[in-house]
């Protein structure tokens, strides 16, 4: 992902006040660049990953921190719980700041979508979490050059 979009993105986790880890507030622009997918994990072709990020465009925010979350956090079985369950509450956060209270249906059909990406996550993500590995921004960074 570009920088200029990264940076986006980083302005709207900071505006919606969204939870990431400490050290994902002090990472570089240029790893955060390598570590984004969008939503979806790296064995979905690229096109598919698009068509989700679009798709589900109101929520991309959450995403950059989520795959973050997969890619640093140690691998274990508790922390890849934890990185889904920050992503569902950001994905919640972002409801909350973006709709008002009375846009009960729009608010209603965003909490549909946040629960279909936390379940899809936690249903299909273990694999894609436990492959994600530091070692491979080498790859990444590698093949950009």
């Not at 302005?11 to 984004?36: C, G």
């Not at 589900?56 to 889904?84: Q, S």
């Not at 909350?96 to 279909?116: D, E, F, T, V």
Request: hydrophobic share 40%.
């Amino acid at each position: 992902m570009n920088e200029k979009h990264i940076a986006t993105l980083l302005a709207q986790i900071r505006e919606y006040n969204l939870d990431t880890d400490m050290d994902f507030k002090f990472e570089d622009i240029q790893v955060l660049s390598l570590v984004y997918n969008g939503c979806g994990p790296d064995w979905l072709s690229l096109s598919t990953r698009e068509f989700l990020t679009d798709f589900f465009d109101f929520f991309e925010p959450a995403f950059l921190p989520h795959d973050w979350d997969f890619l640093f956090l140690p691998k274990n079985e508790k922390n890849f719980h934890r990185a889904n369950r920050r992503l569902r509450s950001n994905c919640l956060r972002l409801i909350n700041c973006k709709h008002h209270w009375w846009q009960l249906i729009s608010r209603r059909r965003r909490k549909i979508q946040a629960q279909l990406i936390y379940a899809a996550c936690e249903e299909f993500g273990f694999g894609g979490y436990m492959a994600a590995l530091p070692e491979k921004l080498t790859e990444k960074y590698n093949a950009k050059m």
